[in-house]
């Protein structure tokens, strides 16, 4: 039911790490900082996407409290993460 | 030269211990960055800041696989999560903001405190047995589950303030209290874990106190430690492993504490 979301959580994280790793080493070469951070935040923002695919899912199952629920999850997470960049 | 191979050490001694936690936490049937942070903090000689931003960063990477089976699989009561989740979610944020203001001393004595509570409540599973159970309560009244979302809040924010998954407070809050079967409540627990920690990791990255270096070390340790956790657990009495790491955590816990205040 809820396989979209599964394999996003599952290769998600991996390709964060394997971005990251691959980061770690441009930085080590070339000094540049970004893919690690890019990594990082793949890592970080995968049970994000995943709780957005399965409010999409919600939404076309018409399931409105779940999916209501779901929005102000996704609302909350993001206004963190929008708070967190700009008082930084 | 000498930086480098301290560098290298380092990250071999953090390889073997997230090995060793991965292992334990999968036979001891809890998340890793109750016993993660300590090792880093008090073995390493990891800031405490940089520790619990990294651990919950590794939370993700080891939640997903396990959330992503119980998601598959149709395991997760989306209902119950999606309800509690908005306050958890919420709570780690303030946890993470909470964190950053307080000094590392302040931080490490919450930690210690922290973890003291959890340690006895292993201990106090281990050695008489545990309240959690099989049975499930069919209809929730809403005043239970406003407790519920009050008590997510405050799951929420130790895991933001010390970058702990919560699981310890969160099946036996999803089990006893929202009336989920214990299967249920395990992965729920492991789904809601992971958004958790996004909340409270994005505050910590968006400060660069998330060390790329030893999430990624962490995350291909814990990541067979587990598996050959699972693989050993049938071999293993898991009371005798909640036991033991029941004490190594009270210990951390005293170190943490007798830190702080020397």
Known sequence: MYREPSLILRYGVITGLAVSLAGLVINEVFGVGTVTLIGMFIIVLTPLTSLITISLKLASKKDLRKFTLSQITIAVIIASLIISMLTK | ?262
């Open chain 2, 1 to 262: 030269m000498p930086a480098l191979s301290g560098l290298l050490i380092n990250a071999c001694l953090l390889f073997a211990g997230a090995l060793g936690i991965g292992f334990v936490s999968a036979i001891a049937g809890i998340g890793g960055g109750s016993l993660l942070v300590p090792f880093m903090v008090l073995v390493l000689g990891y800031d405490v800041k940089v520790a619990i931003a990294t651990s919950l960063v590794c939370i993700i990477v080891t939640s997903a696989s396990a959330a992503s089976i119980y998601l598959g699989r149709g395991m997760v009561d989306l209902g119950t999560a999606l309800l509690i989740e908005p306050s958890t979610v919420l709570g780690a944020i303030v946890g993470a903001y909470v964190t950053l203001t307080l000094p590392a001393t302040y931080v490490r004595f919450a930690l210690g405190l922290v973890l003291l509570y959890i340690s006895a409540t292993m201990l106090k599973e281990s050695l008489i047995g545990t309240k959690v159970g099989e049975t499930s309560v069919t209809k929730v009244s809403k005043s239970r589950k406003a407790v519920g979302v009050s008590i997510s809040f405050i799951a929420g924010m130790f895991s933001g303030m010390f970058g702990i998954g919560g699981g310890v407070i969160k099946v036996p809050l999803l089990n006893l209290i929202m009336g989920l079967p214990i299967k249920t409540a395990v992965a729920t627990s492991s789904f809601m874990v992971g958004l958790t920690a996004t909340s409270g990791g994005v505050v910590y990255l968006a400060r660069g106190l998330t060390d790329p270096l030893s999430v990624a070390v962490i995350a291909l340790g814990i990541m067979p430690g587990a598996t050959l956790g699972a693989k050993c657990l049938r071999r293993l009495k898991p009371r005798i492993v909640r036991l033991i790491f029941s004490l190594v955590l009270l210990y951390a816990a005293t170190r943490l504490l007798v830190t702080a205040l020397t």
